[in-house]
């Protein structure tokens, strides 16, 4: 991550993101090492088509702290990627170290002060980015290693060949993150891949903690419309469940208490919760429900040998 000079075409291509114009004076601008196509400590790596793939879906993007949705927490955003190869520089495959790097602009104000100090200083310097990949290719055998087909492990060698994950087909890229710990050695980047459960529970905690505004991701929005539409539908079954346990008590009750309407046990057990109902018809099933009006089975099945007696 350096700092670097500032550029007439710069401030043009940052004014296209400001709501007012921007001076020279009144932005910090620096780049940073996004990621790059080197094996990671996670024995993962962009494929060079991935990483120019995604070097135009960072760009408008935000720069936050450990992945937070709190707005209070955007503090840059990226102007402008790029690609740029390391010359003489090999990855762990063999293959050219190529970086996928970004321009990045954040106002010079007395909130940020602080923060630019940490840059220029060296303090903050690793970042990791947020992105969704479409493929995740075994090094080895090429399959899909979400398929469940790939049997080979991560960080072991078939023979001379080191086993790793080849990141292809970004979907999308969210933010880059200030972060103590990357994952890529050079490039610094902890890659996050919008694993459903995890982003689910992370979004609903940060909405419930925050005081103040959220800014949510258009991945992130589509997951909670998803995760109500399945909530929509769990409480429909949940519905349609109830509503057959509340028959059934009520057919039930209506044949021990035949005496009291049928639609009076209905309108009770609707109101019932589906603990309450459960219970009703555990305890209506612990003997035979037998209606008052109903013959004595035991005593017509008595053979009568009263004619015999003497």
Same mark, same amino acid.
């Given at each position: 991550?350096?700092? #670097?000079?500032?550029?007439?075409?710069?401030?043009? *291509?940052?004014?296209?993101?400001?709501?007012?114009?921007?001076?020279?004076?009144?932005?910090?601008?620096?780049?940073?090492?996004?990621?790059?196509?080197? &094996?990671?400590?996670?024995?993962?790596?962009?494929?060079? $088509?991935?990483? !120019?793939?995604?070097? $135009?879906?960072?760009?408008?993007?935000?720069?936050?702290?450990?992945?937070?949705?709190?707005?209070?927490?955007? *503090?840059?955003?990226?102007?402008?990627?790029?690609?740029? @190869?390391?010359?003489?520089?090999?990855?762990?495959?063999?293959?050219?170290?190529?970086?996928?790097?970004?321009?990045?602009?954040?106002?010079?104000?007395?909130?940020?002060?602080?923060?630019?100090?940490?840059?220029?200083?060296?303090? !903050?310097?690793?970042?990791?980015?947020?992105?969704?990949?479409?493929?995740?290719?075994?090094?080895?055998?090429?399959?899909? *290693?979400?398929?469940?087909?790939?049997?080979?492990?991560?960080? @072991?060698?078939?023979?001379?060949?080191?086993?790793?994950? #080849?990141?292809?087909?970004?979907?999308?890229?969210?933010?880059?993150?200030?972060?103590? %710990? $990357?994952? /890529?050695?050079?490039?610094?980047?902890?890659?996050?891949? @919008?694993?459903?459960?995890?982003?689910?529970?992370?979004?609903?905690?940060?909405?419930?903690?925050?005081?103040?505004? %959220?800014?949510?991701?258009?991945? /992130?929005?589509?997951?909670?419309?998803?995760?109500?539409?399945?909530?929509?539908? +769990?409480?429909?079954? +949940?519905?349609?469940?109830? !509503?057959?346990?509340?028959?059934?008590?009520?057919?039930?009750?209506?044949?021990?208490?035949?005496?009291?309407?049928?639609?009076?046990? *209905?309108? #009770?057990?609707? &109101?019932?919760? &589906?603990?309450?109902?459960?219970?009703? @018809?555990?305890?209506?099933?612990?003997?035979?429900?037998?209606?008052?009006?109903?013959?004595?089975?035991?005593?017509?099945?008595?053979?009568?040998?009263? /004619?015999?007696?003497?």
């Amino acid at each position: 991550m350096n700092s #670097v000079n500032t550029a007439k075409s710069d401030i043009e *291509k940052i004014n296209t993101f400001s709501r007012k114009k921007l001076t020279e004076n009144e932005v910090y601008i620096f780049t940073v090492k996004l990621c790059n196509n080197d &094996v990671d400590r996670d024995f993962e790596k962009f494929s060079l $088509p991935a990483l !120019k793939a995604l070097a $135009p879906m960072f760009i408008g993007k935000t720069g936050i702290f450990d992945h937070s949705m709190k707005s209070a927490d955007q *503090k840059a955003r990226i102007f402008d990627t790029f690609i740029e @190869r390391e010359n003489g520089k090999k990855t762990v495959d063999g293959e050219d170290f190529y970086n996928l790097k970004a321009k990045v602009y954040m106002l010079k104000n007395e909130s940020n002060r602080a923060l630019i100090d940490e840059i220029e200083a060296g303090i !903050k310097k690793e970042v990791s980015v947020s992105c969704s990949m479409g493929e995740s290719l075994c090094s080895i055998c090429g399959k899909d *290693k979400r398929s469940g087909s790939c049997s080979h492990k991560s960080g @072991r060698h078939y023979g001379e060949k080191l086993a790793f994950t #080849v990141l292809s087909s970004p979907t999308d890229a969210y933010e880059f993150s200030f972060v103590a %710990v $990357p994952a /890529q050695r050079e490039a610094g980047v902890t890659k996050a891949f @919008r694993k459903k459960e995890y982003d689910m529970e992370n979004i609903l905690t940060t909405i419930k903690s925050c005081a103040g505004e %959220v800014t949510l991701t258009k991945a /992130q929005a589509d997951e909670i419309s998803s995760y109500i539409e399945e909530l929509k539908e +769990g409480a429909k079954l +949940g519905e349609d469940y109830k !509503k057959e346990l509340s028959g059934e008590v009520a057919g039930r009750l209506a044949l021990a208490l035949p005496e009291v309407d049928s639609e009076v046990l *209905k309108s #009770v057990t609707s &109101v019932m919760t &589906v603990k309450e109902l459960l219970g009703f @018809r555990r305890g209506l099933s612990c003997g035979e429900i037998t209606p008052q009006l109903a013959p004595d089975k035991e005593k017509n099945n008595k053979t009568d040998y009263s /004619q015999f007696r003497i």
